[in-house]
């Protein structure tokens, strides 16, 4: 019989702007070496391997069986907005009321919401370079000018304020920063905080500021833009569960913003996911109020893989690495290898069994290095290290 053509796809032109995040790229490709039989040392995908602790799983379970299976508010659970409000007050030293919180499922929608209802063409959005592939993605998918800021690797991966103030124009409606930073581990700095504030001065432009790593600091403290005096109302922070809770999979993050922006952004959520999973919410309750020795226990033992990772990877030929000083990844500079980044993390999945990312996965400015993750074993971190040293002795 017959078979009739397959009929055009007519996807909308915004759909050729939409980028994506390469580590699940990675990490299916990965997946398919394994299944071939190849053994693989995962450093590629940004998740805790730890579980979620026990009293939040069973704070979980018994919502559900208490009956949170039903649609909830739009802007969250009123009280995990409460809980969210408070914890956020005291970490951020600056009166945050429930009104002006919104729940969503991962930190991801905060990005997506933010950037879809602040920017459009005609404006323009700063953002780290390398960061977090889905600010370049969304400023590109509606339609705004990406104007990227380099992170600056002999500044430990802190941007320079000085050059930021360079990028700030009338059209700039937006400002993303990210601290403790992916893919970098950089952390800004008090002094950076209160420059970058400075810089803005007056103007009115929105910040992003996106905190998801704000527990996973292995030196210094962690300042958020928002406590400072006259930015509480031009902040948006962004945290959530995923990462200081090893919660990925449940779903669940949160915006800090002033309140008449909330009901925006809470209109993004009832035009796309109604509301965040609320069993899930009422789990979020107890990680905020629970106990919080396995948050800063999960942190020690990460910066132990840290030390680990960078001092092995300071001792292979053509890698050099900076000390990270918080979230869960190392950023080796591998020019010396004379080897393209995404060339090199191919090589290494494909001939050594490594699966980490190229540098580029994150932005321009990630040329020249690659992106390990520290979620893994130091038995497996110590595998990998014996894995590359001996390709790059093979091959280099
Ligand atoms: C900088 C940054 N922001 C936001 C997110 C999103 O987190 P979630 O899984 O909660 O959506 C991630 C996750 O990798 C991240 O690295």
């Given amino acids: 019989m017959h078979q009739p053509a397959q009929r055009e796809l007519r996807l909308a032109a915004r759909m050729a702007r939409l980028g994506t995040e390469t580590a699940f790229e990675v990490l299916v490709k990965a997946r398919a070496l394994e299944a071939k039989g190849r053994d693989i040392v995962h450093l590629e995908i940004g ?96 339609g705004a000018k990406v104007v990227p800021i380099r992170l600056r690797e002999e500044m430990d991966f802190r941007l320079d304020v000085d050059e930021l103030a360079g990028l700030i124009n009338d059209r700039t409606k937006l400002i993303i920063i990210n601290s403790p930073q992916n893919p970098t581990g950089g952390v800004l700095t008090k002094t950076d905080i209160e420059r970058i504030a400075k810089a803005i001065g007056d103007r009115n432009i929105m910040m992003l500021s996106d905190e998801i790593y704000s527990r996973l600091i292995f030196e210094g403290e962690h300042h958020s833009i928002m406590s400072l005096d006259g930015m509480k109302e031009r902040t948006i922070l962004l945290d959530g569960f995923s990462k200081t809770y090893a919660m990925t999979g449940w779903r669940m993050g949160y915006g800090v913003m002033r309140a008449d922006f909330a ?78 980044s995404k060339k090199l993390a191919d ?27 520290v979620a893994n074993s130091i038995e497996n971190i110590e595998k990998a290290l014996e894995r590359v040293d001996s390709w790059t002795k093979k091959n280099l």
Wanted: glycine share 10%; with cysteine.
């Fill in 347 to 373: 090589a290494l999945l494909d001939d050594a069994g490594v699966a980490g990312l190229s540098g580029t996965a994150f932005g321009d400015f990630g040329e020249g290095y690659l992106r390990f993750s």
């Fill in 47 to 142: 998740e805790p391997d730890f579980d979620t602790p026990r009293n939040i799983i069973d704070a979980g379970c018994d919502a559900l069986h208490k009956g949170f299976t039903h649609y909830g508010p739009s802007a969250g659970l009123p009280q995990l907005r409460e809980a969210i409000a408070q914890y956020v007050s005291e970490t951020r030293r600056v009166d945050v009321s429930p009104d002006e919180v919104v729940v969503v499922p991962g930190g991801k929608p905060i990005i997506f919401f933010s950037i879809l209802a602040l920017s459009e063409q005609g404006d323009e959005v700063i953002y780290p370079n390398p960061g977090f592939p889905i600010y370049e993605s969304m400023i590109n998918y509606v």
């Fill in 263 to 340: 009901a925006h952004i809470v209109r993004l959520m009832t035009n796309s996911s109604s509301c965040t999973a609320s069993f899930t919410q009422i789990a979020g309750v107890e990680a905020l109020r629970g106990p919080q020795d396995s948050v800063d226990q999960m942190c020690a033992e990460f910066k132990k893989r840290r030390d680990v990772m960078v001092a092995g990877l300071n001792k292979i030929k053509g890698f050099s690495c900076r000390l990270p000083k918080g979230a869960f990844y190392v950023f080796p500079n591998i020019t010396k290898t004379g080897w393209k």
